[in-house]
Nanobody, 128 residues
Framework: QVQLVESGGGLVQPGGSLRLSCAAS????????IGWFRQAPGKEREGVSC????????YYTDSVKGRFTISRDNAKNTVYLQMNSLKPDNTAVYYC??????WGRGSSWRDSHVYDYWGQGTQVTVSS
């Protein structure tokens, strides 16, 4: 059974850090491109970051560049999103998703429709 399980969310003060984990089961995460998305209340789901498997290329939405880092631990079959210098507008439910086209889709990584599997999400709240 294919499953993605996010963890690591929580309440953090502005300027703080969190590391989200996306643990995969039922498939090998190294054979998939993995994306992180988020959805804030009243807003559409947006792509945050993506990591491919062919050459390990990484992609970020402009607002998180330099603050967020995506990485993969193949031994643990897990993908991480390290989030530093968090801001209140980073508050959202964060989801990870797996795309069976492992080489990545260039700028189309943001298209949620290309992803085959989704996790249930983890809440991140940035507030003082």
């Amino acid at each position: 059974q294919v499953q993605l399980v996010e963890s690591g969310g929580g309440l953090v003060q502005p300027g703080g850090s969190l590391r989200l984990s996306c643990a995969a089961s039922g498939f090998v995460v190294d054979y998939y491109a993995i994306g992180w998305f988020r959805q804030a209340p009243g807003k559409e789901r947006e792509g945050v970051s993506c990591i491919t498997t062919y050459d390990g290329s990484t992609y970020y939405t402009d607002s998180v560049k330099g603050r967020f880092t995506i990485s993969r631990d193949n031994a643990k079959n897990t993908v991480y999103l390290q989030m530093n210098s968090l801001k209140p507008d980073n508050t959202a439910v964060y989801y990870c998703a797996a795309d069976s086209y492992p080489w990545g889709r260039g700028s189309s990584w943001r298209d949620s429709h290309v992803y085959d599997y989704w996790g249930q999400g983890t809440q991140v709240t940035v507030s003082s």
